[in-house]
């Protein structure tokens, strides 16, 4: 599978942003997929995830109750609502998706789309 990210941008702390990230193919909708992010100078990590029919999700501690993440299986599109952003959510945001079909969410992710960079200033 093909990803595709976007939506990305400059922000002020306290403002929001949507991610987007568009799948290619038939077979988008079988996935679990994550989004992920990398601060400079720093290990990428999951921030959130969803089941591939959007039953279940899971955050990090540090986006929980400020991001949502949610999917539109008929567009091929997973999304990140960030909403209370800080400038420590700064970084390069990635989405991904595992290799295994309707997997749960404790999975390897191997297929990763092009980084989209949020940016919070204070």
């Known amino acids: 599978v093909q990803l595709q990210a976007s939506g990305g941008g400059s922000v002020q702390a306290g403002g929001s942003l949507r991610l987007s990230c568009t799948g290619s193919g038939r077979t988008f909708s079988r996935y679990a997929m994550g989004w992920f992010r990398q601060a400079p100078g720093k290990e990428r990590h999951l921030v959130a995830s969803i089941t591939w029919n959007g039953d279940s999700t899971r955050y990090a501690d540090s986006v929980k109750d400020r991001f949502t993440i949610s999917r539109d299986n008929a567009r091929n599109t997973v999304y990140l609502q960030m909403n209370s952003l800080k400038p420590e959510d700064t970084a390069v945001y990635y989405c991904?998706?595992?290799?295994?079909?309707?997997?749960?969410?404790?999975?390897?992710?191997?297929?990763w789309g092009q980084g989209t960079q949020v940016t919070v200033s204070s």
């Open positions: 991904a998706a595992p290799y295994e079909y309707y997997s749960d969410l404790n999975v390897e992710y191997i297929y």
